[in-house]
């Protein structure tokens, strides 16, 4: 079966390429040689034309009756009879001299013949000649004179170089398309051998990488770059793996008291209060499981990139305020106070569901960590292109070490803290999750006043 | 009142039909596609909670069939799944409402009493429980000879108590009616029980007579007399 071109290996597209354009530097090259030899030796013939012109002006003599005489030798050159001769013709047509070859010429018509001397070529019998001719004066007397040779020789010389040329080609061609092939080969080995390693990590061999044999050249790189990716890839099917776990633990634990509640309730008869209370207790775990479901739902339909954003331009202080007032109520539970500190309209822009659910999230966790009788700082502002909130605890602050694992699903920094202080453990997931979702980011550092400050940046919008 | 429940789910219908039975609605139960729409084609009903997913005749096309022989009774379709698509292409088939599986049934009860309760007048500028007195207009409200000094939020969810008196409310609704929060989030619930806690105390702390109570699991009702 044929193989298309564009379905070839690279070895092969390669050599394929990398002679079709030394094929065509070859030729181009090839042709201008012949054209630069063709003009040398066509230069060089008219050179021995007009040689030849000088010597026939040089046998020409005025005789003493006023005519001119063609002295010497007549056949100057013996050996060369075929292929050159010269003819002396008087102003009015008669011919006064006449050698070697020239007898296969048409004569010259006497008028075209100018001061000038002239090239010329032409064919007779069957024979290719090239001419000089020109009027010469002897003793007073202009004549008319004309000297040729064939080309024959020239030509032949020049069939011989192009059949040299023409042969040659094609072997040349041959030859460096094969050494093309075998420099392609190795030069793609490495990228095989590259391709067999990385075959070899798999989702259960993730930890392997491949060996990167000098990481300055290109294969080199390719390989550094795979081994990246398969680190990140690594990473994430870690956090997959910890997030499933997770997931089925806190799945687990309401389901595991629901059963425990029921099963317990009956064992024996209780009264009907002490069965409200069983029942009403088990639908609050219930409520926290499908809570939880939605959530998980959520933030599946966020990876999927299917939740659809209804951007807009909002005011981010106006929003902020809005989302305090609301949730000022457990501050003050709480006897804790919340400042705010805000330029006047920080346009962000934004899905305002997403982001409400974003702020309230960072919010509710600084309420919930800090102390009874702690104050808050929040600060809105706008940095740049960006709208910045600001959330600043008195919560017992986080590690470094765990700052960046804080926004992951169902981390928690103290692993034993119950499920009732704790919540659900996707607060600052989804958190994360809304702010990256809308082009922003979001940190947490240490603040100054001990504590968290929980840094939510947003990309700037145009009110 | 006469309610038909197209629901396959045995349990689950077993479990509406009694909250149904409960406020004194007549309950009929149809398990398959046809058996609900041969019923709602023949028989004359109020209301029907018709689940979307059902083996045979799907809850969309029974919908579609019975409004297309201008059978106009409100319908009030349940579905499990969350797509947006369903829910459009349900209200726009005909339906009057919807709920998405797992539904709460003091939502599903709410959601029936205003379909039913439907073209009816029902705004009244005052509102009365016991010695508890609303009244809307001038927004102050008293209980006994004293006036409750409520912030607009108290006011929004007394109000809101007060019209679903007698009958159990959800956080959830009590999010989306009084919040208007579209989304219901730990935070807000945490917000509403410490907003209902104040209201208590506003409301029931000096009066004999407890009017706010907190059903364990389910939500809040404001009702006289104990239950």
Redesign the interface.
């Known amino acids: 079966m044929k193989v298309p071109f564009s379905a070839a290996s690279i070895r092969v597209k390669m050599t394929g390429w990398y002679t079709a354009a030394l094929s065509l530097m070859l030729i181009v090259y090839a042709a201008a040689t012949f054209l630069a030899v063709r003009q040398e030796f066509q230069e060089s013939l008219d050179d021995q034309l007009h040689d030849d012109f000088e010597s026939v002006e040089g046998l020409l003599t005025p005789t003493p009756d006023g005519r001119v005489a063609w002295s010497g030798d007549r056949r100057h050159e013996p050996d060369d009879d075929e292929e050159r001769g010269s003819d002396v013709w008087s102003p009015s047509g008669d011919q006064i001299g006449r050698s070697g070859a020239s007898q296969a010429l048409p004569p010259v018509a006497l008028a075209t013949a100018g001061a000038q001397a002239r090239y010329d070529s032409l064919v007779a019998s069957g024979r290719r000649w090239r001419t000089l001719t020109g009027t010469t004066l002897v003793g007073g007397r202009s004549v008319v004179l004309r000297v040729s040779r064939s080309e024959e020789r020239l030509r032949e010389q020049l069939s011989e170089v192009l059949k040299v040329l023409v042969l040659g080609l094609p072997l040349v061609i041959l030859l460096a398309g094969l050494s093309g092939y075998v420099l392609a080969r190795r030069a793609l080995a490495p990228i095989d051998h590259l391709a067999v390693e990385a075959r070899r990590v798999t989702a259960e061999r993730l930890h392997e990488r491949v060996s990167v044999p000098n990481q300055h050249d290109e294969i080199g790189r390719l390989a550094a770059v795979i081994n990246d990716t398969f680190a990140r890839l690594e990473s994430s099917f870690d956090k997959l793996r910890r997030f499933t776990a997770d997931a089925s633990h806190e799945l687990r634990t309401p389901l595991a008291v629901i059963r425990g509640i029921g099963e317990a309730g009956l064992v024996e008869t209780r009264s009907p209060d002490e069965y409200?209370?069983a029942?009403?207790?088990?639908?609050?775990e219930?409520?926290r499981l499908?809570?939880l479901v939605d959530t998980l739902?959520r933030l599946s339909h966020g990876d999927a990139g299917s939740v659809h954003l209804a951007r807009e331009s909002l005011d981010l202080d106006q929003l902020v305020r809005e989302l305090v007032a609301?949730?000022s109520?457990?501050a003050?539970?709480r006897r804790q106070s919340i400042s705010i500190q805000a330029q006047e309209t920080v346009p962000v822009c934004a899905d305002r569901?997403v982001l409400r659910?974003a702020i309230?999230?960072v919010?509710?966790n600084a309420i919930k960590y800090s102390p009874i009788g702690a104050s808050i700082a929040v600060i809105v502002h706008a940095d740049g292109d960006c709208g910045v909130v600001e959330v600043a605890d008195q919560g017992p602050g986080i590690s470094p070490e765990h700052r960046e694992r804080i926004f992951d699903r169902f981390f928690r920094v103290d692993s034993a803290r119950s499920r009732d202080t704790g919540?659900?453990g996707l607060?600052l997931a989804i958190a994360k999750w809304a702010v990256e979702i809308n082009g922003g980011s979001i940190g947490v550092n240490a603040a100054v006043t001990g504590g968290s400050v929980f840094r939510i940046s947003l990309p700037r919008g145009n009110v | 009142m006469r309610v038909l429940i197209v629901e396959d789910e045995a349990k689950l219908a077993q479990a509406v039909a009694s909250a149904l039975n409960g406020e004194h609605y007549d309950v009929v139960i149809a398990s398959t596609g046809e058996d609900g729409f041969f019923r709602a084609n023949a028989e004359a009903f109020d209301l029907v909670l018709l689940d979307v997913m059902l083996p045979g005749r799907s809850g969309l096309e029974i919908l579609q069939t019975l409004r297309q022989r201008h059978i106009d009774t409100p319908v009030l379709i349940l579905t499990a799944r969350d797509g947006v698509e369903d829910r459009v292409l349900g209200l726009d088939l005909g339906a009057d409402d919807y709920l998405v599986k797992p539904f709460a049934l003091p939502e599903l009860l709410a959601r029936v009493r205003a379909l039913l309760r439907r073209g009816r007048p029902s705004e009244a500028f005052r509102l009365k429980a016991a010695d508890l007195e609303m009244d809307l207009v001038a927004r102050h409200a008293i209980r006994g000879d004293r006036v409750l000094d409520l912030t607009a939020r108290e006011f929004d969810l007394l109000e809101y108590l007060l019209r679903h008196q007698g009958h159990l409310v959800s956080r959830e609704m009590l999010a989306r009616e009084v919040w208007k929060e579209p989304r219901r989030a730990t935070p807000l619930d945490n917000v509403i029980d410490v907003q209902m806690t104040r209201l208590r105390r506003k409301v029931d702390a000096a009066a004999a007579e407890r009017l706010i109570h907190t059903v364990r699991g389910v939500g809040f009702v404001l009702r006289e007399g104990e239950p």
Not at chain 1, 279 to 284: A, K, R
């Open positions: 409200k209370e029942i009403g207790s088990m639908l609050e219930i409520d499908s809570t739902l609301s949730l109520v457990l003050e539970e569901l659910e309230t999230n919010l509710d919540g659900s607060g």
